[in-house]
Structure formats: structure tokens, C-alpha cells
């Protein structure tokens, strides 16, 4: 019997109450900071967005602040050369944790297993996830 592993990273973009509101798939051995590149970022002038240190690129950081006008707010890593104010550190631990909590809510709704027999019906099976996750927030 044969048996295949898709390595995929989910990368979401929140709101404030936990409801997905963009997200991508990208193979487990590209960087995480690609998805950033990838996403439409469809969002307000002047809104913040909270990310890990595996998001850690300084130029799409200036690129979203100068072309955006998004404030990306990336959980820097002990040896960063641009660190944050310390009150700033906490708000993003802070809202890190959030993100955290509103993941696990996701990993709820997904099976430990997903049969798929090809990589596109996997990704679209997940999609569904996703979607269902989203209508539950915001209809409850």
C-alpha cells in the first residue's frame, strides 16, 4: 500500500476576534516569510499585523509600512538587529498568544487524518475546513 505526506504550511490572517480572513498554502520547504508575498493583503490603511519571527523580512516589513501604509509587527528573535520597544514586544506576545488559542480552534475542526488521492483535492479539502471555520465564527 502506498502512502504520501503533503507537506504544506497554512498561513492565515486573522482578525481581531479570531475569524480567518485571507490564507495560503505553501509547501513546507519554502520560507515563511513568502507568504506574505503571496497574499493579497486586502486590508485598511493603518492596520497591524501580528506575526511569528519565522516572518522576519525587513524589506517586506518597509515595503508593506511605505506602499500600505500596514504596520507589519514581527515577534523579533534574540539576536535581530532592529529590535522593538519592550511595550511593543508584550503587545505582540500578547496578541501571539490569541493567534495561538484561534488555531487551535481550527485544528479542532480538522480530521487527524484526510483522505485525499490527489494534492488538489487535499488543498480544496482543507479550503473547506477553513471556509466552515470562518462561517461557524462569525454566525456564533
Do not use: C
Amino acid at each position: 500500500m502506498r502512502r504520501y505526506f503533503y507537506g504544506y504550511n497554512i498561513h492565515l490572517l486573522w482578525t481581531a476576534d479570531g475569524i480567518p480572513v485571507e490564507y495560503t498554502f505553501l509547501p513546507s520547504s519554502r520560507h515563511d516569510s513568502n507568504a506574505l508575498k503571496q497574499m493579497p493583503l486586502l486590508l485598511p490603511p493603518e492596520s497591524i499585523v501580528y506575526a511569528d519571527s519565522a516572518y522576519t523580512n525587513y524589506s517586506i516589513e518597509q515595503m508593506l509600512k511605505d506602499a500600505e501604509d500596514i504596520d507589519l509587527l514581527v515577534q523579533r528573535k534574540s539576536n535581530s538587529t532592529k529590535k522593538h520597544e519592550p511595550y511593543v514586544d508584550y503587545l505582540i506576545t500578547s496578541m501571539r498568544k490569541r493567534i495561538e488559542t484561534t488555531f487551535s480552534g481550527i485544528s479542532y475542526f480538522l480530521p487527524k487524518k484526510i483522505h485525499a488521492v490527489k494534492e488538489l483535492g487535499f488543498l480544496l479539502k482543507v479550503d473547506i475546513f477553513i471556509f466552515g471555520y470562518a462561517i461557524s465564527r462569525t454566525l456564533f
